[in-house]
């Protein structure tokens, strides 16, 4: 994702050509929208796209506390695949 969004930069800028899957993702961005690129990658949801980063975010910080601090002794399931 961060590359993409590099190679998005670029071509708004006039550095890169602006290929199609760049136009994609820049069109997404723009109206609000989880790219198609990012959400094949990332977890499913129905939510905006700053929506959809802030859960981002929050799934990251989890589980980073996860691999610092150990599982917890009991989870929800079920709350890791549901969108």
Known sequence: ???YLK???KALRGE???SEDLDKIATSLFNNQVPDLFSSVGP???KPLSSWIIDLNERIKFIG???SDGSP???WLS?????
Do not use: E, R
């Open 1 to 3: 994702m961060a590359k």
């Open 7 to 9: 190679d998005v930069q």
């Open 79 to 83: 709350g890791f695949f549901f969108p």
């Open 73 to 75: 002794p009991a989870f």
């Open 16 to 18: 890169v050509v602006m």
């Open 44 to 46: 499913l949801s129905l």
């Open 65 to 67: 506390k996860w691999i």
